[in-house]
């Protein structure tokens, strides 16, 4: 199993005297960019490092305080961190595990690619976009380049109780030979050249799903579960004595089996099993509307020339029938993102390390590393 640490945002900033001035992480269409595209454009889907849909757990990192120690200490706050972590890692891993056995990462992005496709009608005509097949970015010295044309990266991650799906498209245009001027001036600024790297256009997009309620016990439940332990711990019948261990055992038991509240665990089990019902019927759903969104909004985005404001206020697109609202974030590094969800959407919740599904290398790892143990339990 391999996990992600989710990274930190690049910030964008201009120094004028002592004042700093921060300015979005969006780099804007403009016309002058467009106007200095002449030949196609293709649209290439780039493949993260890892595909599928992955999940998120909550993880310790005490390297920071063990530090100071040395090695000792860094040793030992591993040692810890690997003991806290192990359970909620294992419980992201087994549901990152359960979706993939009904959609696999190609297959999403295959879906995502053909939605860029069948939406080209969204897209700047002067842009020119064609489209042949969903491929990985192209790689040079085994490190990873970013080829030509409108490069869409989209990835699928699930909140730590399994309550809701984000899908995001992290998009940008590059083309070589095209001069950038930022718009991004900071006052009193001196005059700089253009910029020739070739990026000519970024943006991020999120959707986010519906969000399924937290599961409460039902007191049936909790009666029915605390008759099974007493049925359990009797001999003919007889509940043991309070001077008998077995009694506090059974004690322990039935505090356990009266709390509200289900484990981490059950809570994200039991809304997987939501998720993967008849199929993966309502996650296939969500994931179907995030690629109309994305598809549509990145287009609508190439369109738009006006330039994020740092402290700007958002601007609400669409909001449908049912609450849901598509709108352009408005203040801070993230303005000028582009965003889909629910009414009510709760933003906490979201861990901050991240697990995919297995690969069939590592399966067939797991399934070596099983036999071992049990031939050496055999002798």
Known sequence: MKKLVTAALVVAAFTSGCAMQFNPNKRPMQQATIDQIKSPV????QTPERTGVATTYFAQDSSAA??????????????????????????????????AEIIKG??????????????????P????????APTPAPTKSGKATTPDGLNVQVGYIFKTDMSGLNVYANVSLNAKGVEYKSPY???????????????VYQNNFNYYSQQFAVPVKPQSEIDAKVAEIKTKASKNGVLPKKDNPQYARMMSEIKQAQKPEYTPKEISDKLADQWLANNGE???????????????????????FDVPDYKGTDTVLETS???????????GFNAGNVISEPKEFISTGW??????????????????????KEKSKAK
């Open 351 to 372: 861990g901050n390390a991240t697990v995919y599904p297995e690969t069939a290398k590592e399966k067939a790892k797991d399934q070596t590393k099983e036999k071992a």
């Open 42 to 45: 293709p649209l290439n889907m």
């Open 125 to 132: 005509t002067s842009l020119n976009l064609v489209f042949s």
């Open 106 to 123: 190609d297959e999403l992005l295959n879906q995502a690619y053909t939605t860029l496709a069948a939406n080209k009608k969204y897209a």
């Open 66 to 99: 063990g530090a100071q120690y040395g090695l000792i200490g860094a040793l030992t706050t591993a040692v810890i961190d690997g003991i806290a972590n192990s359970n909620p890692a294992e419980i992201a891993s087994n549901n990152a595990n359960r979706i």
């Open 321 to 331: 029938e049912n609450g849901r609202v598509i709108k352009i974030v408005g203040a």
């Open 282 to 304: 309502k996650l296939k759903a969500e994931i179907k509307a995030a690629h109309e969104f994305i598809a549509a909004q990145i287009y609508k985005d190439l369109a738009r």
């Open 185 to 199: 001036v900071a006052k009193d600024a001196k005059p700089t050249k253009p910029d020739i790297s070739g990026l």
